[in-house]
């Protein structure tokens, strides 16, 4: 992984950036956090942009500290992956009313078969909508744990920094973290919830990846590195 990291180094230092993510070319002077919730962890990371709140990145570094997650160059790809995927902000998945029926359709296939007024109808209710993509409209072992005639597909939606979905999900990550997140699904918006869940579900993503696929999933990551040193 260091390897993979300093043979793009010089590409990194070189990089800037004036989006969201703010790169910067030069490491900028360390300040002090006024978060009042800030978060003890050893060798913090310095948050050089992206305008990320500090106390969830911290959430994540003891998360993985907990896990016993110590090299920095890993500490420093999960960081970019959550960075990508939320900004640090777990939340739920949002309903998709304003969505055009279009979009919904190259997201949702079961739907693609639905008029326009069955979908706006479908799609003017969250509950409705996620039941019906997420349970109703799958069979078997597609639908990953959610139990038909109930909620599960609504309460059961994406969730925290890395959106997982589905009962089933929520059930395998609420034994590996120790939190009940099935019995409280809004827990997974809770940043040391959300924090443990996307730590838990990296380093095992991480355990089966080959090193030739972290090397690629490090190539598509690489932009963000410089915001964390």
């Given amino acids: ?3 993979l990291i300093e043979s793009d180094a010089h590409k990194v230092k070189k990089t800037a950036h004036a989006g969201d993510f703010g790169l910067m070319s030069k490491k900028p ?8 919730g800030a978060i003890n962890v050893t060798n913090p990371v310095d948050i050089m942009g992206g305008g990320y709140p500090e106390t969830n990145v911290r959430h994540v570094e003891a998360a993985m500290t907990a896990k016993g997650i110590t090299n920095k160059y890993v500490r420093i790809g ?3 992956t959550i960075a990508k995927e939320s900004n640090f902000k777990p939340k739920r998945e949002k309903g998709w009313s ?11 296939s079961k739907t693609r078969s639905m008029s326009d007024s069955e979908l ?7 509950k409705d909508f996620f039941n019906f ?5 799958r069979d078997g072992k597609r639908k990953y744990g959610n139990r038909s005639g109930t909620d599960d597909g609504y309460d059961f939606r994406g969730g925290g920094f890395n959106q997982i979905t589905f009962r089933g999900t929520y059930e395998k990550y609420a034994k590996l973290i120790g939190v009940d997140i099935v019995s409280n699904p809004k827990l997974i918006t809770s940043p040391d919830v959300a924090a443990k869940v996307a730590v838990a579900f990296l380093a095992n993503r991480f355990n089966h990846l080959l090193w030739i696929k972290f ?3 490090y190539s598509s990551t690489k932009i963000y590195l410089k915001l964390f040193e």
């Fill in 78 to 80: 999960i960081l970019c």
């Fill in 215 to 217: 090397e690629s999933w």
């Fill in 29 to 36: 002077e360390s300040k002090k956090s006024t978060d009042s």
């Fill in 1 to 3: 992984i260091k390897k």
């Fill in 133 to 137: 993509v997420y349970e109703k409209s």
């Fill in 120 to 126: 706006d109808a479908l799609k003017a209710s969250d």
């Fill in 98 to 108: 304003s969505t055009s029926n279009t979009r919904i359709r190259k997201f949702f």
